[in-house]
């Protein structure tokens, strides 16, 4: 499985895609409930008494039939919708915010993944060569050419092997775990993943452009901002249908006889006279609900040129790392277990040269393997940062 086969099975399958679908539609289906026109209302009425005043047809009883509408002058209505459009693209902006982040998670955990297994691998072969120069040196001491000493020593560094490959193990089953969690398969499912970081040693070397540049991508890609962006403008509209509740909306009335053909219209209007503080303290408090979503809109833009900041700089010093270890670690550390294995085999050196030489080889190799997959993780910080990930080539 290639990283970008995970990424497409998890958003198939991870339960925060379909919850969050769920809250998109949801949000449109109330903006269209809103943005409609209004059901016409059709009421009965049955008046019997001693007073004509109910009725249509100036008699004691009557029955008739009522069709009326409110038609929407103040605005109310229509800033309301106007809100919920507002809202329903914040919703779906959110929703592409969660797919960006799942997708970094994702990718995070296959590197994880990718590295743990190659760890385990690397701890397994560190122990077949820790129990190969064991019986190398219990053959010598046979012949009389090694000291006891070297025996004992040599048979700690086996059960230090067998330490370190059981905690390898360990990690990996962890990482599988996680992995399998984020793209909605069952924890135990075995992976094959077509990365080796034991025998891949490329790895991306994206063409980074200037961080200004970086951070300008970012206001245009990410959805958090323009989910932020979306916010304020619902808040605004909420400010625009208060105050327009301080003007009246037109009612429509047609009323019909059954008794008699007597028809009537009735136009109601009704505005308020006197505001003892209602209208006016839920004037304030859209427009402090308003000033908070500019404020968290203005905290938004920071928080993502903080983030596009912080991407650039770990992908900056992950490049250098991974390219400086193998010229500068790696291979001398091959190097010096060669030499002393060679030292010990004709009888110059003795085991700790050679143990020393294995544990320097195994940290090695597990430090570069660290390396290899904090460039990958530093490219998907720059996606979940900026919305886009760099142009990039594998040398």
């Known amino acids: 499985m290639s990283v970008d086969d995970a990424v497409k099975f998890g958003l198939g399958h991870n339960p925060q895609v379909p919850a969050g679908k769920a809250g998109v539609e949801s949000a449109y289906a109330n903006y269209r409930s809103l943005a409609a026109f209004p059901p016409l209302t059709l009421g009965g009425s049955h008046v019997q008494g001693t007073s004509?005043?109910?009725?249509?047809?100036?008699?004691?009883?009557?029955?008739?039939?009522?069709?009326?509408?409110?038609?929407?002058?103040?605005?109310?209505?229509?800033?309301?919708?106007?809100?919920?459009?507002?809202?329903?693209?914040?919703?779906?902006?959110?929703?592409?915010?969660?797919?960006?982040?799942?997708?970094?998670?994702?990718?995070?955990?296959y590197w994880s993944l990718a590295a743990a297994q190659a760890q385990a691998r690397i701890a397994d072969v560190s122990l077949k060569e820790a129990q190969r120069i064991y019986d190398l040196t219990v053959k010598q001491e046979q012949a009389g050419a090694s000291p006891h000493g070297d025996v004992v020593r040599s048979s700690i560094d086996v059960a230090n092997a067998k330490q370190a490959l059981i905690t390898?193990?360990?990690?990996?089953?962890?990482?599988?775990?996680?992995?399998?969690?984020?793209?909605?398969?069952?924890?135990?499912?075995?992976?094959?993943?077509?990365?080796?970081?034991?025998t891949d040693t490329s790895f991306p070397t994206p063409r980074l452009p200037a961080l200004k540049e970086l951070q300008a991508q970012a206001r245009?890609?990410?959805?958090?901002?323009?989910?932020?962006?979306?916010?304020?403008?619902?808040?605004?509209?909420?400010?625009?249908?208060?105050?327009?509740?301080?003007?009246?909306?037109?009612?429509?009335?047609?009323?019909?006889?059954?008794?008699?053909?007597?028809?009537?219209?009735i136009l109601s209007a009704s505005i308020p006279l006197f505001d003892f503080g209602s209208i006016s303290q839920s004037i304030r408090a859209a427009k402090e609900s308003r000033k908070q979503s500019e404020a968290q809109e203005l905290q938004a833009k920071n928080q993502v040129d903080q983030q596009v900041a912080q991407a650039y700089s770990d992908m900056v010093t992950a490049l250098e790392a991974a390219a400086s270890y193998k010229k500068e670690i790696l291979d001398p550390s091959v190097t010096l277990l060669a030499m002393a294995q060679l030292g010990y085999q004709q009888g110059a050196t003795g085991i700790l040269p050679v143990i020393d030489a294995e544990s320097t080889i195994r940290n090695a190799r597990v430090g570069y393997i660290n390396s290899l997959a904090a460039v990958y993780k530093a490219q998907d910080e720059i996606l979940a940062a900026t919305g886009k990930l760099p142009e990039a080539v594998t040398k």
């Open 220 to 265: 245009d890609h990410r959805p958090l901002l323009r989910s932020a962006a979306a916010q304020t403008r619902a808040a605004g509209y909420a400010v625009r249908q208060v105050e327009a509740s301080r003007f009246p909306d037109l009612g429509v009335s047609y009323q019909r006889s059954t008794q008699s053909p007597i028809d009537t219209v």
């Open 52 to 109: 004509t005043a109910p009725t249509l047809n100036g008699n004691n009883t009557d029955t008739f039939f009522d069709l009326g509408e409110t038609i929407d002058f103040s605005g109310q209505r229509r800033y309301q919708a106007a809100g919920a459009n507002a809202q329903f693209s914040a919703a779906r902006f959110t929703f592409q915010e969660t797919l960006l982040g799942l997708e970094q998670q994702i990718r995070d955990a």
């Open 168 to 198: 390898a193990s360990a990690a990996e089953r962890t990482a599988l775990i996680g992995f399998n969690t984020l793209i909605g398969r069952a924890a135990s499912t075995p992976t094959e993943l077509t990365v080796d970081f034991r």
